[in-house]
């Protein structure tokens, strides 16, 4: 296979399981190699375990780092993402924990978009705080020169946003950042690799919750870190070692299995997403739809420019009251009421107004945000469910 292939072919190529050389046959897929334990023939197997691992070498010498199953994974996660290495995570949450822990010690600053997934900032409450890491928030309009300070090491982004989809100039923030010596690290959980690469952009880190759109079931916790920079590949390890982490190796299978359909799911939740959009569009009670890939949206000019593709995210501001959005959301049908996203299923959340106030983007006032997953379900039915939901929710 030429590593040139298109990603869609690449993905249903890579990870599979080796031949027997005696047989001359193996199954397709890889299985859960499952182990706490490895064992060596010898010593001196151990020992050369040892010399290729301390050489660079992915070589197992015990179960937490996981087996063929996990290297696979992230061989994937590091093809998607156009990386070099890419370290595992029990959750997206871990994965964004172990850059910010990696990449800065006590006394060091940094800079962190306001869209960010909202845990982040009880990352910093809880634990960067105390560590004597300090954080400052930025939006897309800040002059971030103003905003560096002799101690700032690293800027952290995710583009899109959380809640509002906020594009963010990638390319610029890569440019700022190599100018002043700071590692750019962005989330890039919405795009997945898939439909957006922030290494290609400049970047030099790119975290992934493998639990959405790579898993894509709605049943598994995963998260991956993924650079092209050979130092900061040394830091990421021994801080994914240091704390522990580990992936079950089933997880990582179903990781593996999830990304073979994730070209076909991601286009089919794309397009109903578009679909949902024009809908809403023509609804008096819908003031902005937040979608990059929509026409309307602010951001359309950088998704254009930057993403190959889009997903099932959007988010719709409506001109309702608190209690009339409350009415709505628990009128709907087929959206699941529940946090995350990227499986088969269409969910809602109503976002909170505490959650918004961080969200220099959001100009919406009293309004309310509704931030709809577009499943893999029809999107007439979708459309269906939203419309008699409206009518509920204007008391009709
Ligand atoms: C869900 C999510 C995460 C965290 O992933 P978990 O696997 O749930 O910990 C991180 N970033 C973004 C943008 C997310 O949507």
């Known amino acids: 296979m030429s590593s040139s292939a298109h990603i869609d072919t690449l993905l249903q190529h890579m990870g599979t399981a080796p031949f027997d050389p005696k047989t001359g046959t193996a199954p397709v897929n890889l299985p859960s190699m499952r182990a706490s334990t490895v064992r060596f023939a010898s010593l001196e197997a151990l020992e050369n375990a040892q010399q290729r691992k301390a050489a660079g070498e992915r070589a197992a010498t015990y179960g937490r780092m996981g087996m063929d199953t996990h290297a696979a994974l992230e061989q994937v996660f590091c093809q998607l993402e156009d990386g070099t290495h890419c370290y595992l995570a029990p959750s997206g949450m871990a994965g964004i924990t172990m850059v910010f822990l990696a990449l800065l010690s006590a006394?060091?600053?940094?800079?962190?978009?306001?869209?960010?997934?909202?845990?982040?900032?009880?990352?910093?409450?809880a634990l960067l705080s105390r560590m004597g890491i300090e954080l400052t928030l930025y939006h897309a309009g800040d002059d971030l020169e103003k905003l560096l300070r002799p101690n700032t090491r690293l800027l952290y982004a995710e583009a899109p946003g959380s809640l509002l989809f906020e594009m963010l100039d990638l390319p610029a923030l890569a440019r700022f950042a190599r100018q002043h010596h700071l590692v750019l690290a962005t989330d890039n959980t919405w795009g997945s690799g898939y439909i957006y690469r922030p290494l290609a952009l400049g970047a030099q880190v790119s975290v992934i919750a493998g639990t959405k759109y790579v898993g894509g079931h709605s049943d598994l916790m995963l998260g991956a870190v993924v650079t092209n920079d050979e130092a900061i590949a040394k830091r990421l390890n021994r801080t994914q070692y240091a704390m522990g982490y580990s992936v079950s190796a089933d997880d990582a299978w179903l990781a593996l299995r999830g990304v073979r359909t994730m070209p076909v799911r991601m286009a089919q939740h794309a397009r109903h997403a578009l679909e949902v959009c024009e809908f809403l569009q023509q609804r008096p009670e819908v003031a902005a739809i937040y979608h990059p890939a929509?026409?309307?949206?602010?951001?359309?000019?950088?998704?254009?420019?930057?993403?190959?593709?889009?997903?099932?995210?959007?988010?719709?501001?409506?001109?309702?009251?608190?209690?009339?959005?409350?009415?709505?959301?628990?009128?709907?049908?087929?959206?699941?009421?529940?946090?995350?996203?990227?499986?088969?299923?269409?969910?809602?959340?109503?976002v909170t107004p505490g959650e918004l106030a961080r969200h220099h983007y959001w100009t919406g006032g009293q309004d309310a945000l509704v931030r709809l997953h577009i499943g893999l379900e029809s999107p007439a039915d979708l459309i269906a469910d939203l419309a008699q939901a409206l009518q509920r929710a204007q008391g009709r």
């Open 107 to 125: 006394g060091d600053h940094a800079l962190v978009a306001d869209c960010v997934y909202g845990p982040v900032h009880e990352l910093d409450a």
């Open 294 to 350: 929509w026409p309307g949206d602010a951001g359309h000019a950088l998704w254009q420019r930057d993403c190959t593709g889009s997903n099932g995210m959007l988010a719709v501001q409506l001109r309702l009251s608190p209690q009339a959005a409350r009415v709505f959301v628990d009128a709907l049908t087929l959206f699941g009421i529940g946090f995350s996203w990227g499986g088969f299923e269409s969910l809602v959340q109503l």
